[in-house]
């Protein structure tokens, strides 16, 4: 590997590998390569962004020797095999969320990383944003009281297209998968340890798939907290994080550089740090530091913490996520 500058490549060219290309302006990273299974696809992206390679299938980009590490945004279905592909391939990999579909294949990607000393990290830009480190620094001494307790909502309005991959099972579709995982994301980031109690009531759609539900949860430290989701009825993405002396809100919380903290006396204040619109970057100068000083990823036990949540709230529902 070449210790002065990170060579990336990405594996799917959706939407979100266009604004992952877009976060390129750091001196450490450089993006090399782009795969897609249609070649014309990957060779137009490549030269949209001034990518020095383009990809028609999977493979090929793993095993090429210049890359040192996998971004991947396909389909969250997919995500396992193509996680397994790259580190067969003896890359790192850096995954979009949801980075699996249940507890299982999360074991199964964590081992193989592990068996192969390489790192297996998810694309949660919570874990990343500058805010949150300083809201958690701030929790963490005290200053607030203790912490009580964490809540999250977020609901979007998806058109009611059952051709939709949001809709289909298969596809890794449904509320909890495609923004559960943000809002799980962000209460496990603030609680002080994994809840170890869980109750849960879902509707789901005629697919199959959830549709909106509720999820109550409380750990060791007696801490509660609750996830509201939806995907055919809009909801603020509003995170709340409640100690004895104050609650935090965050609005916008999967990219947030601000939040209002209201004390007990009424009295208030903004408290501001990093760039939203930067989100992406964080998280690409994260994993490029972590790889250029060989570090491991702490990130990685939040990532399985919030995938066994999901897995325990699906399986309630008598939703199997892999199939």
Known sequence: MDMTKIKW?????GDIAHG????????DAELTAVASRNLQKAQEFATNYGVPKAYGNYESICFDPDIDIIYIATPNSYHAEH???????GKHVFCEKAMVMDASEFKEVHDLAQEKNLILAEAMTIYHMPLYRTLKSRIDS????????????FGSLKDAD??????????GGGALLDVGVYALSFVRFF????????????KLYETGVDEMSTIQMRNDHDELSSVTLSFRGKMPKQGVIVCENAFITVLDYPRADTALITYA????????????TTAMT??????TQTLLNQENQSYITLTKDVTDLMDQSAKSWGMDLTH
């Not at 006396?265 to 939203?276: M, R, V």
């Open 20 to 27: 992952f290309a877009k976060a390129f302006t750091i001196e």
């Open 162 to 171: 059952p051709t939709n991959r949001f809709f289909a099972k298969e596809l």
């Open 282 to 287: 964080y998280e690409l100068d994260s994993l």
């Open 9 to 13: 490549g990405i594996i799917g060219l």
């Open 142 to 153: 005290g200053e607030f009281g203790q912490l009580k307790m964490v809540n999250a909502m």
């Open 265 to 276: 006396d009424g009295k208030t204040e903004t408290a501001q740090a990093g760039d939203k």
């Open 191 to 202: 609680l002080s340890s994994q809840p170890t109690e869980l109750q849960t009531l879902a």
């Open 83 to 89: 996680i397994k592909l790259a580190l067969t391939a």
